[in-house]
């Protein structure tokens, strides 16, 4: 079965840090591109950050840019997001998603996982 | 940078089509993606490439894109459609290049 399963999620305070993972399984790794997609609650879709299979290219919303850093181990099966100086902004639910081919770019997530939650507060 | 609308809401009863827009500029020249998110629940994918369909999707989902606007129709609307339904497009138009999604359309089915 083709999974993805968040975890690392809670509660922050502003200023400080915090690192996601997501294990994947069911399916060849490291063939495939890696995103970070969040939904603040009661809000839509906000894709945060993507990478592609071998890590050559990773992009970045602008929210995040310079504050969170994507990561994938394919050894491991495994992708991260190191998020730094967190905002109270950056409150929402942070799901892991499975691209259709290598490339970040042009192709669809097609598996998304259930989401870790982060909440910034004080 | 690159917007995508889609209108807040869409109503339709049981049995009748759904048409769901996502309107940009010139969105014909890029490649739609549609996702399905069900209350509580993670995005599905259910339209890729404008028109195709992963597996397991039903039929009755299709969709198009041409000019300013890409479709979403949903045939012969279930009571398990409703749910909302999110656009998304990769916007290599700008020097930032990135996801873009719309802002969601709730399907609600009378």
């Known amino acids: 079965e083709v999974q993805l399963v968040e975890s690392g999620g809670g509660l922050v305070q502003p200023g400080r840090s915090l690192r996601l993972s997501c294990a994947a399984s069911g399916f060849t790794f490291d063939d495939y591109a890696m995103h970070w997609v969040r939904q603040a609650p009661g809000k839509g879709l906000e894709w945060v950050s993507g990478i592609s299979w071998n890590s050559g290219s990773i992009g970045y919303a602008d929210s995040v840019k310079g504050r969170f850093t994507i990561s994938r181990d394919n050894a491991k099966n495994s992708l991260y997001l190191q998020m730094n100086s967190l905002r109270a902004e950056d409150t929402a639910l942070y799901y892991c998603?499975?691209?259709?081919?290598?490339?970040?770019?042009?192709?669809?997530?097609?598996?998304w996982g259930q989401g870790t939650m982060v909440t910034v507060s004080s | 940078s690159y917007v995508l609308t889609q209108p807040p809401s869409v109503s339709v009863a049981p049995g009748q089509t759904a048409r769901i827009t996502c309107g940009g500029n010139?969105?014909?020249?890029?490649?739609v993606h549609w996702y399905q998110q069900k209350p509580g629940q993670a995005p599905v994918l259910v339209v890729y490439d404008d028109s195709d369909r992963p597996s397991g999707i039903p039929e009755r989902f299709s969709g198009s894109n041409s000019g300013n606007t890409a479709t979403l129709t949903i045939s012969r609307v279930e009571a398990g459609d409703e749910a909302d339904y999110y656009c998304q497009v990769w916007d290599s138009s700008s020097d930032h290049q990135r996801w873009v999604f719309g802002g969601g359309t709730k399907l609600t089915v009378l």
């Open positions: 998603a499975k691209g259709r081919d290598s490339g970040y770019a042009d192709y669809a997530f097609d598996i």
């Open positions: 010139n969105i014909g020249s890029k490649s």
